[in-house]
């Protein structure tokens, strides 16, 4: 698969680095990277656990007059839960950004498309929901109204 590549500025040490980042216009294609490091790929449009948790946001959000933007980014914050973790235990995440290869620091100051535009050609694996296919429907209810963000006081 095709990748553009973008430059990061890292906001705790200022190392420039480049990672992968899927093309513009790669619609419901995703990348999910996790803390160490690890990146796996999603295909929003054909995970059918990526459909199911936006139905069971759109249950636990009901009646508090959200809008769907609102549930979209919901979904991208906690959609993790649903995704088996790393093969250090790490949890995966779609607003995750590239960790920094010089402080191991996932804090990022800017990023933007290489330019000229470069591109990488790879393959990451795709995302697995191993786990979460095993819960029964209380259980992922539960593991999901545990990651949403609480409401300020």
Same mark, same amino acid.
């Given at each position: 698969?095709?990748?553009?590549?973008?430059?990061?500025?890292?906001?705790?040490?200022?190392?420039?680095?480049?990672?992968?980042?899927?093309?513009?216009?790669?619609?419901?294609?995703?990348?999910?990277?996790?803390?160490?490091?690890?990146?796996?790929?999603?295909? $929003?449009?054909?995970? =059918?656990?990526?459909? &199911?948790?936006? +139905? #069971? %946001?759109?249950?636990?959000?009901? /009646? !508090?007059? @959200? *809008?769907?933007?609102?549930?979209?980014?919901?979904?991208?914050?906690?959609?993790?839960? $649903?995704?088996?973790? =790393?093969?250090?235990? &790490?949890?995966? +995440? #779609? %607003?995750?950004?590239?960790?920094? /290869? !010089?402080? @191991? *620091?996932?804090?990022?100051?800017?990023?933007?498309?290489?330019?000229?535009?470069?591109?990488?050609?790879?393959?990451?694996?795709?995302? &697995?929901?191993?786990?979460? %296919?095993?819960?029964?429907?209380?259980?992922?209810?539960?593991?999901l109204t545990r990651a949403l963000?609480?409401?300020?006081?």
């Open positions: 698969m095709k990748f553009y590549l973008y430059t990061y500025v890292c906001a705790d040490c200022g190392h420039r680095f480049k990672a992968p980042e899927m093309l513009p216009g790669s619609y419901g294609a995703l990348l999910m990277r996790s803390a160490s490091g690890e990146t796996v790929f999603l295909d $929003a449009l054909n995970d =059918d656990v990526y459909a &199911q948790v936006d +139905g #069971l %946001l759109e249950q636990l959000l009901q /009646g !508090q007059g @959200g *809008s769907a933007t609102r549930r979209a980014n919901l979904l991208r914050r906690v959609f993790g839960v $649903a995704c088996d973790n =790393d093969s250090q235990g &790490q949890s995966f +995440g #779609l %607003l995750t950004k590239p960790k920094c /290869g !010089q402080c @191991g *620091s996932l804090n990022m100051d800017y990023w933007e498309g290489t330019e000229p535009p470069e591109y990488l050609d790879c393959d990451f694996p795709a995302v &697995q929901h191993g786990q979460w %296919l095993q819960l029964s429907p209380a259980q992922k209810l539960e593991r963000p609480q409401p300020k006081p």
